[in-house]
């Protein structure tokens, strides 16, 4: 299990940047798709919040430890931060681009558990994974022409 649960470490802390990353868009969208922008980038921080939280209650379920601090999140995390003054629309490209990202690790580690045994974990990561697809489409719909 030590395996899987570094694998989860990793995901929560790819998970708390990506949080970071809506809020942060969440506060500074700017122009005429603001309120739209704004409701959904709170829909998908506090979505990533609660995933963070059930990624670190299912490290601890299987013995491990879920990363403390958000430095060692953060140097941990395979996304970067974006800290950066954004369009509105880059701001939706971007989390699309880190949920393709997010989606492929997911199902990688689902596949890890389920090799393991561990269907919990599978049908965990899978659930989030699945959902991001519906998000993607959602994002995508939003920018075509
Ligand atoms: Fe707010």
Known sequence: MTD???DLNQLL???QVFYQKCRIYHWTV????????????EELYTEAALRVDELAERIVAL??????TL????STSRLGEDGEA??????????????????????ETAADAGEANDSAT????????DANGKTMWMLRAFLAD
């Open 63 to 68: 013995g491990g430890r879920p990363i403390g």
């Open 4 to 6: 899987i649960t570094n």
């Open 86 to 107: 954004r369009s509105a629309k880059a701001m939706v490209q971007n989390l699309i681009d880190d949920l393709e990202k997010l989606t492929l690790w997911l199902r």
């Open 71 to 74: 430095a060692k999140q953060v």
């Open 13 to 15: 802390a790819d998970h």
């Open 122 to 129: 599978l049908n965990m990561l899978e659930g989030f994974a």
């Open 30 to 41: 700017q122009g005429p798709l603001f309120f739209a922008l704004h409701q959904k980038f």
